[in-house]
Structures are given as C-alpha cells and as structure tokens.
C-alpha cells in the first residue's frame, strides 16, 4: 500500500480546530507521566481552538506565518516560528546576535509520529528563518521529553546550556533550550 506524501501549506484561520486538536491530543500523549494527569485531562481543546483562530484571523497584521502538515487534505501537524523571545542567545563567537529565530511550537498528531511530518515542518520553519536572515535558531522542550529531544538532536539540533521553568498555572517544570547554527 502506498502512503501519501506529506504536503506543508500556509495555515488558515479554517485550520484552528485541527490544531487544537494536535496540541492537546500530542500533549497528552507525549506528555503523560511527564505533567500530571488531571493536568492533562483538564485540557480544553475548545479554548484553544478559540485562540488559535484569533491569532490565525490575524496573521495579515505582519506575524510569522504557521504551516500545517498534511495528507490527503486532513491536518496532521503543525508549527510556528518567528523572533526569539529570549535576550540572552549569543553567537559561536560569543556575541550577542540579533539575527535569529525561534520555533515557538511543533506538534504532529500522534497516529502520525515517524512518518515523516515532524521532519517536513521543522525544514519549513527552519528554511523560513533562514531565508529573513535568522543566524541561529532555538527552540524550547522539556527536559523529561526524551522523545522529542532525540527528534530535534536527529535533525541537528543541539542543548545549548540554558534551562528555564516553564509555569503551567500550579506547577513548574523545566525546559531545555536547544540551538542551531
């Protein structure tokens, strides 16, 4: 049996519901036995969904575009990237670099782990800020994450040192910032 290619496209305001869907459905998946259960079961895929549309609806007022994956035309994944939000990120040369970017999030639907979506839409956002001039890019994961560390480590990507605690509304937990050049 053949399986359809993955196709990356600009996502529209059409698209929020599938998001959060992927966000909360991969948060419960890759995140059980990380976060606390009633954590995870108190996700609110209508609440997301809600501002996922609102920050879709304003995509023309100059923010980063977010991409979807798909197959078949169903969304099976998504990300979004744009500035870094840290100040602290400096160059291989230790200086302070003002070209870079951030990959503020990348979920793909569980059912479609390892099967290439993940890959695709981690390309798209890295060529999209290296193509506005972005120098080093990061991205933020949580430590516990293993999986997802060994998917940003198989794409090149690297711990840069820098650890935060990620407030969740009750509780901390923390994350790793992970660099590439």
């Not at 994956?69 to 302070?96: H, K, M, N």
């Not at 870079?100 to 639907?109: L, Q, R």
């Amino acid at each position: 049996m053949k399986t359809e290619a993955v196709r990356v496209r600009r996502a529209t305001a059409n698209d929020a519901r599938a998001i959060a869907e992927i966000v909360v459905w991969g948060w419960q998946t890759a995140y059980r036995g990380i976060l606390p259960d009633d954590f995870l079961a108190g996700l609110s895929v209508g609440a997301r969904e809600v501002a996922w549309r609102m920050r879709l609806e304003c995509e023309d007022d100059g923010r980063e575009p977010i991409w979807v994956a798909e197959v078949a035309g169903e969304a099976i994944g998504f990300v979004s990237c744009g500035s870094p939000r840290d100040e602290d990120w400096q160059s291989s040369q230790g200086q302070v670099c003002r070209l870079g970017g951030e990959v503020y999030a990348i979920y793909v639907a569980p059912d479609e782990w390892h099967k290439g979506a993940g890959r695709a839409l981690l390309e798209m956002a890295t060529s999209h800020l290296h193509a506005r001039g972005a120098e080093i890019l990061v991205l933020w994961v949580l430590e516990a994450n293993t999986n997802g560390r060994a998917f940003y480590e198989a794409m090149g990507w690297r711990p840069d040192g820098t650890r935060q605690l990620l407030d969740l509304g009750g509780f901390t937990i923390p994350e790793v910032r992970y660099r590439r050049l």
